[in-house]
Structures are given as structure tokens and as C-alpha cells.
């Protein structure tokens, strides 16, 4: 079976632990390098109790070198980074030759200019953007097995997409019509020491944030337009929910000619080779506990027959198939691996 | 003070208790019968240890007769029972002068067949819906003030109706392209021993259902019609999440006329005089845990220049401003009492 | 109805919150004045928007500056307080002829050395500990009535204390042999930004802490033992359980003489006048959702006969009976109101 | 690799679920049946979403019936049934020369006495008593390996008897003074449509329950009489907590000779080739979050020098090294396979 010998940078937070248990797992790769500033010279399984006990956990962490991850023998690695922070490590590893698989928001757009609306600031390697593969497997498993540089979709637009790409390309919906409401758990805030994240602030609260103008908009908007072959502009309100993990999201949009069986055809055709779509049919109501911890995304939709509209519903884990899971399933076809490699615990 | 004798048919699940607790903590009610066949011959102490001690606690359930709740001296009657159920108790209890405040939905909508379209049986008592008042204390004060028969909205119709019968009866937004989202605690699906209500089924998921016909959109589209002046219909996706209490609604519409500061003095005006909507503002994200326990609905809004849509946030406890709370309210208009009478609890 | 003029001494955290939610509903209380570094200059409303609305919420908070708090009327100031600090503020207040009620532990140990064990650090004010009462209302409501400096306890010491008081003073159990298992809401670990206090970090979490020798064992064995009438030494295990408020604690200790009746006829004496206290009797098993929100604590017990050994079980909300309602109560033994004033509330 | 055909009997609870869960992913299992009345005719895709596209998830329940179990090939078969049920088809795959796995409790008690008084019946086949093997595969790997009939421990008894049975039987600890305090996650109730089980009963609720002697004591008592030569008799008392899964408890008993350094010598000699025991030493504070979804169990303790008493923490997941996870640990060592081949998902 071939291997691949792997590193990920910035493993503290919650994407990058689990990315951490992933490739600990994964039955082809070989972890061999991982950074953190914070955890430098600690295990680990010192640092992530969870983990002691597994094979590979007694590696260290060490500073964020890129030519002692490169030195170190990476062939891929994985930047579980903020955004603005990642592109300069990318940078460096493509230079020492190493395959980069990029978790933050630096490489996922096409237009430098819609980096710096969305992100507040120029883009750190606009010289990159070319070359970096939007990362979402099931749209485009070709070009991620060619890749030097994957830019992994982050989780909201991973729920919106999947279910909405086929839609808006067989133009059975009105894209100027959708609104998407995202429920995510609170690890998708990050591991961050703030107040407003605390338990206390959290449990027993439902809120909306991030409006009318979330940063993911950005890409979601970018790859819709890519599909329906004109500019898309939608709404998104994503809400923060007392859950660990999970994304639900609930997409409304106008049908066009009124075609509701041809919605189940389109994702059916779509995603018939796509192992971690599930496709829960008309009536189905996906629930984040079927999919948490997994690679999967459920989706399920009905026809509001009273207002024409379709209302279309997808669970997913915003660390698994919204993160960790899909640059696992990314670095999986640029390997080589099957697809499902290491990704079916449930 | 002015005081009031009040019974409460049917207090065993969890609208019945949040009554009990508004009116045991009443300054001006005497609650005199409370009905369970549950429960009968139970004092609510032992059935709600929560409320032990309190002065009233040792009040014992009785059997849901109607005579004899009459004859204990109860003016005013809540039904805290199953739609179908509070129709036949209603109609004795006005019988006998009890005035009734049902918080099932058997007196909510004005007419007969939209009743048996949504509920799936006729209407038990069609001859009372012509009285009946529906039970939007910030919409009907004075019909309240007079009525015999007051029918009180269900959670969502609340959370929905407050903040968009304004923009509607004003003609802010475009009504046909309404969609509102909703996530609301666990205890709106009742104290009922099912499987997919248990702790396991419901923490750690976020789930859609009751779609995409849910029994509360006969109500909201109703309210809305007679605001708008013309038949509304609209999307409404409802979700479970796992807080006990709340409602959060998300609602979008496009704006009419791109005003959005219109919005802001519709909201104002008509609420200046109601101390149970507290307005955000432009830019408010409200918060369930704002509003549990309480009788506040907190209400914000965002205007989304990009797709000409307003974004409408509201957030109430779904047993209290979306059931209990709200039924006391609408007793203390009925009694003459002050409007926020027994009601100001945080 | 007498009235008096209260201030809180740093009101931003979860303690802090709770004083300001029971004395702006008190009503024999006005608030004038409210102290807070990080809030200085915003109202009530603004900090804790579950308290806009409310009669009194536009009060600002304003810089911690006694005079200040002395020349605005305050007649009893609460201090919430990190232990260390209270203790300045209240020399401070006195002076003026404010009595204080700190709810710090600043007062609670009657030998400045003991605190310096538990605490790392010499008391601050030891001249002040002969004068102050140790605020347990149920011990002591006569001391609390006449003082001017009352130590509020903390809540593991109130979820213990009042359950075994009456056995140990009766020496129907043996001291020696007491073992008290607490599970706290994370509420009772403060409003810190802290990434062990973060909601995924504590959702699907339980844990030991503050072990083997946590500081309030050291308030906990100085009433034990002044009860006992010699020295008492206990084993005392914390764990943080994924709940906001509510602590249960289990306590097991042999029972000396095998007289399990006298334990019902110890608790029952001690207790029949006191109205914050609901003896479940042998058998009960207290739930903390009975008492979130209100100032009960619950008190069940099991005689094991099998070993021996008493099983004393209690619950209470660690904000309400342990924190600020037991000071509240403590005020309205200060100020000659009905015990129960303003504290009814469930 | 060796493999092995599977039956699981009752997989619709809890248990049974992550039984399906470990089975299905397990690389040397065949599941070729499983029952339910409830589901029979379904798949299990159909009945669990969750497991929905992995191979081997489509497989139908059938209903209970030994004898198509046995002709479908099954080498072993798991009973996740109530205790009482178990016993019959216990003795009826035995004499198709099925081995058995159960997970109730019919088979863990030598003495069927003892079974009478703790499970209020007469034992259902006292004749196989004899030959069960109490599976506790870090206590008993030999016996379990050459076992037609493994009782698999309960989940408390195994989070207790795991730290303290090597303590015991080295007479470190004074077994009369052991008193084990557990706090269990709501999925250790089962999967039953029963209101005290519901998300609102169990949310913000924390209580003790099955007081003074639960019946898992019988079996906690049997091992630990056996480890220390005497018969031992213990307090338990367990409690309900609002997690989905895992087990945390905290023992206290008395040091004897007061040497702790002995405690960790006895720990570590005792488990040093056991791979699912971690050993955190002196102080250290296990958590659930860090074992759920996991077969590990975590091991700390505490020296109470003030009281001579030892605190030995431990964690676990009641359905995993609790149930599930141990049952299939069991069957590893049955079948000759690596002890930890499908466990080490983490």
C-alpha cells in the first residue's frame, strides 16, 4: 500500500487536532512533523490527552521551521493556520518542493481584490492564486490530483455548495433567489480564549452573527458564479448553536419551470461516485448527529409547492467533511489513495 | 389592587407549568383550580418540586371538570391543552362565564377550513371563531381588554408575526418573498415520552422538520393577509436545537424601495408603547439567552445592500412571550391589570 | 415598606449579574450605584441587555471609587469581588459607615493563618476578621441582623454545611469519616476568558479539579469543626459538570449509633423556620433543575444500611443560594425585611 | 488476517448501536445478523442514518431467532438485551455451539442468589453460572480466550474496579472504607421513551439516583471480594449528568500503611501490557471528553494527606470500554486477534 509522509502546521486549534487524529490514523501516512508555537517541544499526547496511547502520538511539536518540516522528509503538508498567516508557509514548502494542502481562506479565491473586500487586507502571494485548486473534491477530483496547492473550502460554503452546485449549473433554481441559513456548532469559532465563546455564553443560546456580510461569502459567491456562468449574489445568516460540532444549513431558492423531480435527478447524477454524499431524497431532514465525527454530508430537500420555492437541507461536521475530513479526502486523490482512505470511522 | 381567581386546564406539560409558575408569582391572581388527569389528587408540590414552597404550591390537581372548576370561583380559565381538546372545554367554560384564554391553536385562525386543511379534522367548535380574539397583545390591546374568548398565538407566529407585521403593513418589504427561519428548544415539542425527544436524540444535533408545511404557518399567513391586505404566503423552515428554551428567527424579505431606514421608525412607532419588544436596532444580533425566562421578545435587523434583502432577527422564550407569558399578558389586559403585572421576572 | 440604597462592588461577572438581577427586581431595594473598571460609563441595559427594560437598568456603572459609592447614598454595599481585593474595598467602606456583604472569601476564615494557607497570601485586613460574620443565614440570623461586615459563604461550603450542620452538631455522624462529592455548574468558575472554560472545552466534559485540598475546604472545616466541637478534617472532591447553574453535592459519612430516624428529626428542627430550605426527607433524591433560578437549596438523604454510612444529598443554584441570593437574604436580615423578600422568584 | 462471523441480538439501544458501530468497522469482522422485533425488515442504513453507506450497512435486521442466527454462520454473537431476557438466548446459541458475548447482567454474578436479591427474580439459567467468565479482559485475558460464555462487565463496575482492583488486592487501601462516586452520561439509561429521560429533564439537571444500592454494586463487590480474600462491601453512588456519553468517578478510600508511592507502583505493574488502561499518575485529573467514542479508560489519583484517604479518578465511555467497546475487546482476545484490531479509533 503506498504512504505518504505528512506534517501539519498549527496544530493547537480545533481543525488542526482534528487533523491531528485523522492522520494519526490514517493507514498510508506517515505523520513526521508538527508545529505549534505554543506546544514546541511537548508530545503529542501531552498535549492532547485524547490522543495518548495511539501509535505516532509521542512525536513532538516543534517550531514553525519550514525547512526542518522539509528536512524532515513532508511530502504534504497541512497548514491548519489563520488567514494572512498561511500564505507565507506556503510560499516556503512549494519552494523546498513540498505539496501544500491549505485550510485557511489565503489561496480559495480567484480575485485578489475580492481577498481584500472580504479580508481587509492585500493578499499576501497574489503570484499563487493562479495555481491553487479551490479544494472541494466532489467538484473537482482532477484537478486536486494534479495539484501543488490545494485551498480546502471551509465549512459553511462546503454545506452550501455541495447541495446548491448542481442546481445552479442545471439551472433549476434561481441563484438571485437564494438564501442560506447556516446552525454551527461552536468549534467552528475556533479555540480561542475570548468571552463570548465561553460555556457559560454559549450553552442554552441561540444567536445570529457575521451579517449580512460573512467572510465566506466570498468563495461561496465565487463558485456559484462559476457554476451558473454569471455573477451570484446571495444571502447567508449563519447562526451559532450549543453544539460541539455540526453544521446544519437550510437553503431556500425560487424553482425555475417549476421541475421538482429533476432536483433529485441532477444531485443523484452528480454525486453517484461520490462516497461521502449521502443523499437523503425529497421529505429527507438531515441531522447533524448522523454526520458528526464523520466525512459525510447528508442531504436531503423538499418542493414548497405553495410558494415555488425549494428548500434544500445538508448536515455536514464543520471540522470533518467542513475541514480536516475533506483536505484528508483532498490529499487522498493527490496521492493516489482511494478516496475513502482513513475517512470512514463514524 | 384589583386581584383575579384563575384556573389552568391541563398544567402537567411545559406551557402548563410556565403558567403555573407566572401565576403562582402573580401579585394579583389567586389561582383557585388547576386540572390533570395526570395528576389529580396531587398537590402541585409534589408534581413540580420545582415550585415546593412557594405560597399556592399546595394546591392539589383535580380531574378536568368543568362544573367544578366554575364553581370554585375561577374568572379567568387558561387551556394549557392538545388543539382539538381545548375546543369542548372552552365552550363550557363560557358557558358557565369563565373567560377562556386558550393557548391551544383551536381558536387561532378565523376560518373553518383553513383550520381543517392544517389540523386534518373539522373544526370542533366553529361557532365560537367568530369571537375569538387572536391573542397578540401588541396587536389587539383593546380586543383583548373586551373579549370572552381569547385564542393566544403558538411560538413561531409570535417570533415571526412582532417584527414583520409592521414592515408589512407598511409596505416595507415584498410579502411573497418572505422566508423565515426558526430554531427553537426542545421544550416547544412538549413534555412527550418519545424517543426522538430524549436527551441522547436531541443534544448534540440540529435538525429541520415539520417541513415545508408546518401547522403555525396557518396562523402567520393569516396575520400577515389581514396586514398586508392581500393573501401572504411564505416559507417557513423550523428547526430543533438543543437549548431548553427560545426561539431564534431569521427572517429575509426583499425591501420595497430600498428604505431602510424606514424600518427602523416602522419598528419604533409601532412599539414605543410595548414594554415586551425591546428593539435592537440596525445591526442587532439578538440572543436566546437574553430572553429565557422572560417575556421579552428582542428584536434587530440588518439591511443586505448586496441582494436588496432586510434580514429581520427576533428572539423570544418560546415558553414565555411564545405561550405562558403571553397568555398572563393578555389576562392582564383582560383584568385590567397593568401590562407588565407578574411579568417583569428576568 | 422600608426601603434601602444598595451598590454593587464589581458587577461584571456571573456573580455580579445575578446581585444585579435580584436587586433591580427587589422590592424594597434601590441600586445606586454599580462599579466596574471594564464597564465604567455604560449602563446596565448596555452590559447585560437580559436586563434592558427593566425599571433601573439605565444606571452606569462607574469607576470603583468608595467615596463615591458612599456619597451616593449606598447604605449596604455588595462585593463581588476576587478574594484579595474585596477585602480593601470593605476597610474602605466601613469607614464611611457603609456595612458591607462580601461575598469574596476574604472574610469567611476567623484565623488570619489559615487563610494565608488556603489562599497564598497574608490576609489583607486581619484587624477586620474578629468583627465579621460568617453569613449562613440559617446558622446565624441573629449575628447577621446586628452586623456591620457579614462573609457571604461560597457555595460548595453552603451546599455542605447546611445538610450536615444539624448531624454534626448532633453527632449522629462521625466527622472523621465525611466524604462530599460536588458537581458545579461552570458558571461557578468565573466570567474568565480561559480556553478550560470554553464551550467546547466543557459540553460533553466531566471533570475532578482542586484536588486534593480545594480553598473552600478551608471555610468548610472551620464551621465543622466549630459545630463539632473539635477539630474536623473531610475529604472534599470537586468536578465541573456541563451545566450553567447548579450544584449537587453528595456527601457520605458513618452514622454514628445507627440511628437514621434522628437524622429526619435533626434536619426537620433545625430547619422548620427556615424558608430557603426543602427537606426531601430519606429517600429524596434533590435535582439541580429544581432549583436553578431561585434561593432553594434541597436536602434528601439515604440511610445505606449495608455499610453503615449516611448518603446526605443537596442541590442548589451556585449563583442564587450560593452566591447572591444567600447575600440578598443576608440583606433583608440586615435591613429588617421578611427573610424571603424579593428571593421567590423560581 | 483471521476473520470472524458476528451476530449482534437487540441492536437497536444504545449498546447495541456502538456494538453496529465497532463491528462494521472492524477489519476482521463479518457481521452477518442482527435482530430487533422493532426493526426487523429494515436495514440497518434505514434505522441508524448515521452508519448509512458503509459497507456492510445494509444489511436487514431479522427478528430474534437463534436458529437462523446460528445457520447464517455466526461464530459469536453479542447479546445487547435487558438482563433477564439474555439468559435464553444465551443457552439457546450455546447449543449451536455459537459463543456468546453478553452484555447484560445474567452472567456476571457466580452466585444466583446474589442475582435474586439484586435483579428481584430467580436466575433464567443458573446451570451456565459456572462456566461465565466475568470479562474483564484486563483482569481475566486467558479465561476470556478460552470462554464459550463471556460476561461482559457493566460500565460502572468497570470504571471501578479497573483503578481500584490491583489497590485491593496489594492492601493498599482499606477496602471497608471505599466509597465510588460516579457521574454518568444520559445514554447509560438506555434508549427508552420515558419523560425523565427526555432532553428537557435531563438538560441543566444533575441528580443522584438508585440509592443506597444500585444494582451494579453486586457485581462491583463479587471482584473486589475476590481481589482482597475477604468479603468487601462498598458505597456507590451514582448520578446523572447532561452528557451524551461517558462515565467519571472518584473514589476515596482509606491508605493503608500510608505509602502512596505504592499506589502508582501497583497502577503501573498491573497495566504496563494492558493497551486501553492510560495511566495519568499521581495528580493527574482524567476528563471524559477525552476518552469518548474511545475503548480507553483514564486512570489519575491524589494523596489526601490531611485525611490519610487516597482519590483515585477515573474516566471512560459507559458504551464504550463501559460496553461496547470491552465486549469487542473481549471478542479479540476469543478469536486470537491483536487485542486492540478495531479499537484504536479515537
Known amino acids: 500500500m503506498k504512504r505518504v509522509s505528512t506534517a501539519i502546521l498549527g496544530a493547537s486549534g480545533y481543525t488542526g487536532s482534528e487533523l491531528l487524529r485523522l492522520l494519526l490514523l490514517h493507514p498510508q501516512v506517515d505523520l513526521v512533523a508538527v508545529t505549534s508555537r505554543t506546544h514546541a517541544g511537548k508530545a503529542i499526547a501531552e498535549v492532547f490527552p485524547r490522543f495518548a496511547a495511539l501509535p505516532g502520538a509521542d512525536l513532538e511539536f516543534i517550531e514553525p521551521d519550514m525547512d526542518a518540516v ?7 503538508a497541512f497548514l491548519a493556520l489563520p488567514h494572512g498567516k498561511a500564505a507565507g508557509y506556503a510560499t516556503a514548502l512549494l519552494q523546498h518542493a513540498v505539496k501544500v494542502i491549505d485550510l485557511s481562506a489565503d489561496f480559495r479565491l480567484r480575485d485578489a481584490a475580492v481577498y481584500e473586500e472580504f479580508y481587509g487586507a492585500p493578499h499576501p502571494a497574489p503570484e499563487l492564486l493562479g495555481e491553487a485548486v479551490y479544494g472541494l473534491p466532489e467538484a473537482r477530483r482532477e484537478a486536486i490530483a494534479d ?3 490545494i485551498a480546502s473550502p471551509g465549512c459553511y460554503p462546503t454545506s452550501i455548495l455541495l447541495p446548491l452546485l448542481p442546481l445552479v449549473r442545471e439551472k433549476l433554481i434561481d441563484p438571485s433567489t437564494i438564501v442560506a441559513n447556516s446552525m454551527s456548532g461552536v468549534s467552528g469559532a475556533g479555540r480561542k480564549a475570548e468571552v463570548p465563546l465561553l460555556f457559560v455564553e454559549c450553552n442554552e443560546s441561540v444567536r445570529a452573527y457575521g451579517l449580512p456580510k460573512h467572510r465566506h461569502l466570498s468563495e461561496i459567491e465565487q463558485e456559484l458564479s462559476a457554476a451558473a ?3 451570484v449574489c446571495i444571502t447567508f445568516v449563519p447562526h451559532l448553536v450549543p453544539v460541539n460540532k455540526g453544521i446544519c444549513t437550510s437553503t431556500t431558492a425560487t424553482l425555475v419551470g417549476d421541475v421538482p423531480d429533476a432536483v433529485e435527478h441532477a444531485l443523484r447524477s452528480t454525486y453517484e461516485n461520490s462516497p461521502f454524499v449521502r443523499l437523503l431524497g425529497a421529505g ?3 441531522d447533524t448527529k448522523n454526520v458528526t465525527h464523520t466525512n459525510f454530508i447528508d442531504i436531503g430537500w423538499h418542493h414548497d409547492a405553495r410558494t415555488g420555492r425549494l428548500l434544500v437541507l445538508s448536515t455536514e461536521d464543520n471540522l470533518g467533511k467542513g475541514a480536516a475530513g475533506q483536505a484528508v479526502q483532498s490529499m487522498n486523490l ?5 478516496e475513502t482512505s ?3 470511522g463514524v
Chains 1, 2, 3, 4 share one sequence.
Open 229 to 231: 456562468g454569471h455573477e
Open 70 to 76: 522539509a528536512a524532515g522528509g513532508a511530502e504534504v
Open 147 to 149: 495539484a501543488r496547492l
Open 342 to 344: 482513513g475517512l470512514l
Open 334 to 338: 493527490l496521492c493516489g489513495f482511494g
Open 284 to 286: 429527507g431532514n438531515p
